[in-house]
């Protein structure tokens, strides 16, 4: 009982090791602001950090194409990571048309930036993690509410 105890935490030990290193990463997804105007996102792009904190988590940074960072624990059992739940934020870009004065129709550019907590979790296959993630925010000029319930982050070791 005990060696299988043993084999066991080499396991999740070993996991832990191979996992850890520098990823490249792209998310995308879907978002639905104040429960009417589904969006989708565009794709963020960036680099990944994963670096082994204790024998059960992990810490995750994100460095982002647009200059942002946020970090984030985890824990992992086998192939499975859980990420602590975390804040970020994240600007939100789409179009609206609306009738002019001088008739026909005007696009208007948005950009709106929300204040989102991040939840989810990811499957580890070989070199790849797929994390499946919920976003759920408040815009920062406003009453607006974010959702985002599939949204899709693929992170692949360097």
Same mark, same amino acid.
């Given at each position: 009982?005990?060696?299988?105890?043993?084999?066991?935490?080499? $396991?999740?030990? #070993?996991?832990?090791? @191979?996992?850890?290193?520098?990823? +490249?990463?792209?998310? &995308?997804?879907?978002? =639905?602001?104040?429960?009417?105007?589904?969006?989708?996102?565009?794709?963020?792009?960036?680099?990944?950090?994963?670096?082994?904190?204790?024998?059960?988590?992990?810490?995750?940074?994100?460095?982002?194409?647009?200059?942002?960072?946020?970090?984030?624990? $985890?824990?992992? #059992?086998?192939?499975? @990571?859980?990420?602590?739940?975390? +804040?970020?934020?994240? &600007?939100?870009?789409? =179009?609206?048309?609306?009738?002019?004065?001088?008739?026909?129709?005007?696009?208007?550019?948005?950009?709106?930036?929300?204040?989102?907590?991040?939840?989810?979790?990811?499957?580890?296959?070989?070199?790849?993690?797929?994390?499946?993630?919920?976003?759920?925010?408040?815009?920062?000029?406003?009453?607006?509410?974010?959702?985002?319930?599939?949204?899709?982050?693929?992170?692949?070791?360097?």
């Amino acid at each position: 009982m005990f060696a299988s105890i043993l084999l066991f935490c080499n $396991a999740c030990t #070993d996991t832990l090791h @191979i996992v850890t290193g520098e990823y +490249t990463y792209q998310a &995308s997804g879907q978002v =639905t602001l104040d429960n009417v105007r589904s969006l989708i996102l565009e794709h963020e792009m960036g680099t990944m950090d994963i670096l082994y904190k204790d024998p059960s988590t992990l810490l995750l940074t994100f460095y982002s194409n647009d200059g942002n960072t946020y970090t984030t624990d $985890a824990t992992i #059992d086998e192939k499975n @990571i859980d990420l602590f739940p975390f +804040t970020r934020l994240l &600007s939100v870009k789409y =179009t609206t048309q609306e009738s002019s004065i001088l008739g026909g129709v005007v696009n208007l550019e948005h950009t709106e930036d929300y204040l989102i907590g991040v939840y989810g979790s990811g499957i580890i296959y070989d070199n790849t993690i797929i994390f499946r993630l919920q976003y759920l925010g408040n815009g920062l000029a406003g009453e607006k509410k974010l959702v985002g319930d599939e949204i899709t982050l693929v992170a692949r070791k360097k």
